[in-house]
């Protein structure tokens, strides 16, 4: 199965431990690699082509029982999902006030215990020719790795991989995130 390192956060809840694990057997598919033993890093997830990306990623978590926090567009959290959103790491942003988000984002690194944030380096299901730099810029400024998990449609497989350092050179960072995802094969091929 994966290796979880012992100080990586977790959120014990048996319930979405179950949940979580049957929706995966039920659509086949299975969990490798080793999250590293770091209590607080950017979780990368790629490639990002069709909404079920975040269904089975956030399957993944709760069947690992992970307590990873995640961004979603401002109206999602609106009632009656709000509070569950929330409930399950969710953090509205408002596009019209990304500067907020920012400063949110390295609080929650800066707090006392670990602290996971999960994002789409795309920033949209659609092809991109360049990652969007904000992930990048909350690591370097919060001092933590990236570790990348890639999905794959043709074997069901969702890959954890190993930290990546984060330094001034965004087009580094970028292009090993690229090769770790170039044998991965997205849901939708031609967006990525």
Do not use: C
């Not at 006030?97 to 920012?102: D, E, H, K, Q, R």
Request: net charge positive; aromatic share 12%; glycine share 10%.
């Amino acid at each position: 199965m994966i290796e979880i390192g012992a100080r990586v956060p977790r959120r014990r809840n048996r319930i979405l431990r179950i949940l979580g694990k049957g929706i995966l057997k039920i659509g086949r598919w299975r969990v490798t690699g080793r999250i590293a033993d770091e209590p607080r890093f950017v979780l990368t997830g790629g490639p990002h082509t069709s909404n079920w990306d975040f269904v089975y990623a956030l399957m993944s978590v709760w069947a690992l029982e992970l307590d990873v926090h995640w961004i979603g567009k401002h109206t999602i959290f609106r009632w009656p999902f709000g509070r569950v959103f929330a409930s399950l790491g969710g953090i509205p942003v408002d596009r019209n006030n990304p500067g907020t988000l920012f400063r949110d984002m390295l609080r929650g690194f800066a707090g006392q215990g670990g602290f996971v944030l999960a994002l789409s380096p795309e920033g949209t299901r659609k092809k991109v020719k360049r990652f969007k730099p904000g992930f990048h810029r909350i690591a370097l400024k919060a001092g933590v790795p990236v570790i990348p998990a890639g999905m794959d449609f043709s074997t069901r497989t969702l890959h954890y991989g190993e930290p990546i350092p984060v330094d001034d050179d965004f087009q580094a960072v970028e292009a090993k995130l690229r090769a770790f995802w170039a044998d991965f094969i997205p849901r939708h091929p031609d967006q990525f």
